[in-house]
Every structure is written in C-alpha cells, then in structure tokens.
C-alpha cells in the first residue's frame, strides 16, 4: 500500500527564513507526487508535481528516489505563504488515485 | 482552467436520513471522479472512484452501501450517504481532471470546494 509520511504538524518560521516542509512516501515503483497548498477558506489547489519540475510561487521539491523523499523548499518564506501543505502521491497506472499525507500546517510570522 | 463545483457546501441532516452531495466539472468532461473523505485536523482519504457509466471503486473498508455514488454523466458524479449517522459527520471533497492532452489536464487534479456534513 501506498503511504505518504509528512513527520510535521506544525511549522513555523520568520518571513525571510528558509522553509522545508518535509514528505516521505512508500511506494516501492514509480509514484508521481504532488505538494497541495489549502489556504485558509480555500479549496485544495496543486502547488507542485514532480514530473513538471517547476518552481511555483517560489517553491521547489525535488524527488529523491533513494531517501523515497519529495521534500518541498522555499529559501525566503513570505506571510502569504501560511496555509496547509498536503504532499500526495498517485501511481502513475491510476491517475486520480491521490494518497495524501496528514498535511503540515505553516505558518509565516512577520 | 478546469473548474470543479460541489454542492451543497454544508448540510445539517438527521440521523438515519439520506443526503446527496453532487460534484460537477463546469467546463471539462471528466470520466473519472474522485470522492475524499476529511476528519477535522486530519488528512484526505480516498473514499472512491467514480467512473462514468459503470460502477464506482471503492477503496478498501469503504462501504459502498453506506455511500452510493453515480457518475450518470461525464460532468456529474453523486455521491449519497445513505441513513446518515453522526459518525458519518465529516467534510466531503471530490476532484476530477481533464483528460490528458486536453486544456488544464497539466494542472492535475481540481479539488471541489467540499461539502460539511453534520449528522444530529
């Protein structure tokens, strides 16, 4: 069975620190993985997918297959980028099927 | 982009009655929805997968008598908690994606708004 491990509830840092937020997962083929951002009263909106390598609002996460790691980066937070951030993985033969992580809630102090 | 619709965004039911929540994609066709389940302060799980003209696929320790769905068409997927307990009290998200190839299929899965169910 697929399981995403997302170890913090909580984080917090200062704007302009530099902010992790880490995801494992357990799956041993070729998941496709996502970081989902919930802003407060908002729905769930895709941040990030592995495949596409982009970097979003400042963000990155690079899969690392050998530490099973889809960790997501941003080297200066800003306040508006406190929200919930779910990491999710889907075997790429069943589009859709989304595992999601417990979600690390981050919060940015001024 | 591709847009999902949930509806109704909160409902207040009493316990043992049935409640319908629909999920529409508003400018894409979609033959394949998705039903999540959230607990408060806990993460999404997948309860189904609605497949258009055929039965959904439940994942494992879903009852799929307890929530029936239908996806009757390629733009709307029901999913319906059947004699409602207050156990089933949660808040209830699908999503769907375009068909790959297609406009907004490289933005993944498009989330609903999610709809709060309270059981009394």
């Known amino acids: 069975a697929q399981r995403v491990t997302q170890p913090e509830k909580l984080l917090s840092v200062f704007k302009g620190a530099p902010v992790e937020l880490k995801c494992n997962y357990s799956?041993?083929?070729?998941?496709?993985l996502f970081w989902y951002v919930q802003y407060s009263r908002q729905r769930l909106q895709l941040l990030l997918r592995h495949i596409s390598r982009e970097s979003i609002k400042g963000f990155t996460a690079d899969l690392n297959k050998g530490e099973t790691s889809f960790h997501l980066k941003k080297p200066f937070a800003q306040e508006e980028d406190s929200a919930m951030y779910y990491c999710a993985s889907s075997r790429g033969s069943t589009l859709g099927r989304l595992y999601f992580g417990r979600g690390t809630q981050l919060t940015v102090w001024p | 982009g591709a847009v999902v619709s949930q509806h109704p965004s909160w409902v207040i039911c009493k316990s043992g009655t049935s409640v319908k929540i629909e999920c529409r994609s508003l400018d894409f066709q979609a033959t394949t929805m998705f039903w999540y389940r959230q607990f408060p302060k806990q993460s999404l799980m997948l309860m189904a997968t609605s497949n258009e003209g055929s039965k959904a696929t439940y994942e494992q320790g879903v009852e799929k008598d307890k929530f029936l769905i239908n996806h009757a068409s390629l733009t709307l997927s029901t999913l319906t908690v059947t004699s409602a307990h207050p156990e089933d009290s949660s808040f209830y998200i699908c999503?769907?994606?375009?068909?790959?190839?297609?406009?907004?299929?490289?933005?993944?899965?498009?989330f609903g708004s999610g709809t709060r169910l309270t059981v009394v």
């Open positions: 799956y041993s083929g070729s998941p496709e």
């Open positions: 999503s769907a994606t375009p068909p790959p190839g297609t406009e907004g299929s490289n933005y993944g899965y498009t």
